[in-house]
């Protein structure tokens, strides 16, 4: 078989959306991770129904699939990242999360993509965990219900340093329809799992993958060739369990230079997965 990549906007945060879109197809991508902000795509401007049937134009103009991301620093509150969250004790704030996810499931629909990918966040300090994770399991079973109303997937993903940091917090959520969103390199910032053996042992429940380099223990987004990842090892995962979606590089710190991360990006990935089908080939002999 063979992999569709795909590039993540918050890699591009100093593009254009349009432009952003054109580098990722002329790079190659089969897709882009959308990951919807204040400048790329607003879910609360006042235009954004329209908006969104004009992005869903571009991307079947340009070929490209689609997963959107929900990883937006300031979109929610321009005082605080990230907030508020599905673990916020402000029940009004958890409630803004669940519309913003909701919106970005419109997107999804719109788009005929194919997940829509978000993380539990941070119960902050004096907040109980116990009540949290019953407010946790509270919203995602309610993303989880508008997604199948609206016949998308919602996908979990483990952050580092949140409530749900590893698969294993994921797993034992035990929510019937939702899927993992797996983030390759946070598996060595947790050391829970190897990336590799995650693929295979939950490929089953994959809802969308993502891949960059990462060092062990240290929670930064890296090009290529700059940590522990080893890129072959998971591509040749990917393809021997036949997961047949994006697998979507997330370089967030790099959009200063995105020019030169989108197409340098989709390369190492190119030579990785050739490197890792001449070592099936070589095993087979």
Sequence with gaps: MSLRFAFNTNGAAHH??????????????????????????????????????????????????CVVETGARFLLNPRAKHEPTLVSADPDGRALRIEFLTRAMRVVAETSGEAMSFWSGVPKVGVDRVQARGWLLDGVAEIVRRAESMGVVAALEPEPGMLVETIADWSGMQVPGLKLALDTGHCLVTGDYNPATAVVDFAESLGTVTIEDMRRGEHVHLPFGEGDMDVPSVLGALEATGFPGLICVELSRDSHRADLMIPSAISALRLAFASSSLSDQGADK
């Design 16 to 65: 254009r959306l349009d432009d952003a879109l054109t580098l990722i197809a002329e790079a190659g991508y089969a897709g882009v991770a959308l990951t919807l902000d204040i400048h790329h795509l607003d879910p609360f401007d006042p235009a954004f129904a329209l908006n969104t049937r004009n992005v869903a134009a571009r991307l079947r103009t340009l070929g490209l699939g």
